[in-house]
């Protein structure tokens, strides 16, 4: 690009509007614009203009508008300050609660993806007590789907499949099984081909799940009634230990 170039000049886009408004070639050209620009004016269709209604406004206008935002913000930070010493109060913690619901899941990260355009993400996981692994774990589990899952399978191969937690659950509760002890009924499924887990996740399943194990009698009931008699001295009773 030569060094010669012409600069092209700059007006002011009030100034145009009032010369398509008046059609007054000569105030354009009092104030340096040349005729010809002038009359390219005249020329051009009036285009609407973007703006906000605070440049409309008058000096007592934005006094009021100030004083109003800074009660708002005075009453915001008074509720987030709540909110955040009942959390500790409270020692809440998204690292101690799981949401297996999928729906709310997907609220709370358009929650946070909202917020983060304020705010770093480092902050707004500090403040509702939300690790960044969990965070893009839960990024990465949108795409896969599984809601009611810790991980996904695709980076977890080892992990159970719902069917085989489903196969553990039905053996567990199953009244066919209820004279098997847990460690054993892990090593009878792996004998039936049902389930390849150890014993260890069979009781944290177990205990993640609160699975209740069928506890039935299987000796008969006592009887609980005595003798009865119709009249009186018809039965006694003698009692001989000593004897």
């Not at 009021?64 to 010493?85: M, Q, Y």
């Not at 887990?197 to 069979?202: H, R």
Request: aromatic share 6%.
């Amino acid at each position: 690009m030569s060094e010669n170039s012409r600069i092209q000049k700059q007006y002011d886009h009030r100034l145009r509007r009032l010369i398509q408004t008046t059609g007054d070639l000569d105030l354009a050209i009092r104030h340096g614009v040349p005729r010809s620009t002038a009359r390219g004016w005249l020329k051009q269709t009036r285009t609407d203009v973007v703006s906000i209604d605070v440049l409309d406004m008058d000096t007592e206008g934005l006094q009021r508008e100030v004083l109003f935002l800074r009660r708002r913000v005075t009453r915001l930070l008074a509720l987030l300050h709540l909110v955040v010493v009942a959390f500790k109060v409270a020692e809440f913690s998204f690292d101690r609660v799981r949401i297996p619901d999928g729906g709310r899941k997907r609220r709370l990260l358009r929650a946070i993806e909202r917020t983060r355009t304020h705010l770093p993400l480092r902050d707004v996981l500090r403040l509702i007590g939300m690790s960044s692994t969990r965070y893009h774990a839960w990024l990465g589990k949108q795409e896969c789907g599984l809601d009611d899952q810790r991980c996904c399978p695709r980076t977890t191969p080892q992990q159970l499949t719902r069917e085989e937690s489903h196969a553990i659950r039905d053996m567990v509760t199953g009244d066919e099984y209820r004279h098997v002890s847990t460690g054993t009924l892990a090593r009878l499924a792996q004998r039936l081909g049902k389930v390849f887990a150890s014993p260890t996740s069979w009781y944290r399943l177990v205990r993640a799940n609160k699975w209740c194990r069928p506890r039935q009698r299987v000796h008969p009931a006592k009887r609980t009634v005595g003798i009865r008699v119709s009249r009186a001295n018809e039965i006694w009773h003698v009692d001989t230990t000593l004897i």
